[in-house]
């Protein structure tokens, strides 16, 4: 039999707050792609958005960060990483999917030859890199302007996408009325979430805006983080 090809999954994003339903998403991807015999997901990524990003009520870097890494206390194989958010601007998707792709290469073990010469791996050992999002984000591709071409074949094509289904969004009509995504769509993962979960980051941050119970929609660590350092208040910053 062959080996199952490893995976790494890195899911970008606003992370603002990190919610169980992010966390779930990683899951539902890691046994779909089990499920397929194919793969095996050695590692999740977390990289929360650069502040240049600017969007409306997002919380400094640090905050998104910092609530993350206490979300993933309890995952013994999702990690948050801060590259992206401390870069000096915005940095595109395509982006970040690159430099975790040279760091992974870069990570990766040498196999030592004669007279010490480092081999090359072969190439099956070599993780593939896979963005994670859910179907709501393969929608954003049609949006005008919002993606450049070239960068959303760069996905599909070099790294693939692994697509978590969510409440009416319909993914397989997305790759369909996509020319790109349609010729790459062999790329594209489709993962079923099967208990639906609509919890938005925006219903949250209305929901802390207004004083209102945040509990088991994020983990309670995050929640304190929250309350510690009065974010998401009428009066927060």
């Excluded at 074949?153 to 693939?160: R, Y």
């Excluded at 319909?170 to 594209?188: F, M, T």
Aim: hydrophobic content about 40%.
């Amino acid at each position: 039999m062959k080996s199952p090809i490893p995976v790494v999954l890195l899911a970008c994003g606003s992370f603002n707050p990190i919610t169980n339903m992010h966390l779930r998403m990683f899951e539902v991807a890691r046994d779909y792609l089990h499920q397929t015999g194919v793969y095996q997901v050695i590692k999740g990524i977390i990289s929360p958005v650069n502040d240049n990003y600017g969007k409306k009520d997002l919380v400094a870097a640090h905050h998104r960060v910092a609530m993350a890494r206490l979300a993933l206390q309890t995952s013994d194989w999702i990690q948050v990483d801060s590259w992206e958010s401390e870069q000096a601007q915005w940095m595109e998707t395509v982006k970040v999917l690159r430099h975790h792709r040279s760091e992974l290469l870069r990570s990766l073990p040498q196999m030592e030859g004669p007279g010490d010469k480092a081999l090359s791996l072969a190439p099956a050992a070599v993780p593939e890199l896979k963005l994670l999002c859910g179907a709501d984000v393969l929608k954003t591709f049609q949006t005008p302007n919002l993606w450049k071409d070239e960068h959303i074949q760069e996905i599909v094509e070099k790294f693939g996408l692994v697509c978590v289904g969510r409440a009416g969004h319909d993914p397989k009509g997305y790759i369909l009325e996509s020319p790109i995504l349609r010729r790459y769509q062999r790329n594209i993962h489709l993962a079923r979430e099967p208990v639906q979960n609509e919890i938005s980051a925006t219903y949250i941050r209305r929901a802390l805006g207004q004083g209102q119970s945040v509990k088991y929609l994020l983990p309670d660590a995050v929640i304190t983080y929250i309350k510690d350092h009065k974010l998401y208040t009428r009066d927060s910053p």
